[in-house]
């Protein structure tokens, strides 16, 4: 049984997925992670979607859902998967309940966090990595002793390139219009939970944890 995290960009579906996998035993599976990875390799799918990640534009339906249903055919039987980022459109979310429905495989939840619009900016804004660890860390949030620690192993933070004031509107943008209306898709199927994810890291694992236990 596998889980959908859902929400807008920088509403921490990267951050509570991590944690959630290493707490419920799962696997995080994050598209937008697959493309990057497939950009910085020059892949021929990287070549495809750079231009469209760059612009904070979604990449084409059938680009992800063949990834999505690599992955599950492979090892979903096996592996319970956190999917972060993915489904993003109505038809991508069709698509996974045909897929999953022939694997004989199910999603046991779809939660949704909740954040407000000035909030997401910040956190968007104020988001590194740092080059050395791979840490996602924030300017306005992570506290000055993870931030020094990537310095002192002789890091940088880096700011991801859809991480520019202009391109966050725009993503911000696409989600209402394409992935928001999947919170009432997933209401009609009886599996949607919707965590108040306005608060610190720890209290939103907690209530997500407590959501899933619903
Ligand atoms: P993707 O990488 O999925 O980006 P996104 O959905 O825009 O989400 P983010 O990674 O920006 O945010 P997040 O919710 O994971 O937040 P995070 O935990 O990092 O997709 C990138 C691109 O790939 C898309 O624009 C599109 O082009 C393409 N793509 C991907 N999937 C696709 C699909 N299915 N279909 C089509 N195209 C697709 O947190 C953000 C920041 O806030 C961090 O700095 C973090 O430290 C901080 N933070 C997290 N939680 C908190 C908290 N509780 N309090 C304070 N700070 C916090």
């Known amino acids: 049984m596998h889980i959908v995290l859902l929400g807008a960009p920088g509403s921490g579906k ?21 493309l990057r990875a497939a950009v910085s390799q020059r892949t021929a799918v990287g070549l495809a979607v750079q231009a469209a990640m760059e612009a904070g534009s979604l990449v ?10 690599e992955r599950l055919a492979a090892d979903g039987a096996t592996t319970q998967f956190i999917l972060d980022g993915f489904p993003r459109t109505l038809a ?8 999953l429905a022939n694997l004989d495989q199910a ?8 954040v407000d619009f000035d909030s997401l900016m910040k956190r968007l804004t104020g988001r590194r990595t740092c080059s050395e660890t791979g840490q996602v860390l924030n300017i306005y949030y992570s506290s000055q ?17 859809d991480d520019k004031e202009d391109t966050i509107r725009h993503r911000l943008e696409v989600y209402d219009r ?5 919170i009432e898709h ?17 209290t939103v694992y907690r209530r997500l944890t407590e959501a899933l236990q619903g």
């Open 92 to 99: 991508q979310a069709r698509s996974l309940g045909d897929l």
């Open 14 to 34: 990267g951050t509570q997925a991590q944690r959630l996998a290493t707490g419920l035993g799962m696997q995080q599976l994050s598209t937008g992670e697959l």
């Open 145 to 161: 002793a993870d931030l020094d620690a990537c310095r002192e192993r002789g890091g940088e933070l880096l700011q991801r390139d």
């Open 107 to 114: 999603l046991r939840a779809v939660v949704y966090l909740e």
């Open 186 to 202: 997933y209401r009609d199927e009886g599996l949607l939970r919707i965590v108040d994810a306005d608060a610190d890291v720890n």
């Open 60 to 69: 084409p339906d059938e680009t992800v859902l063949g990834m999505i249903r």
């Open 178 to 182: 394409q992935t928001a209306p999947l």
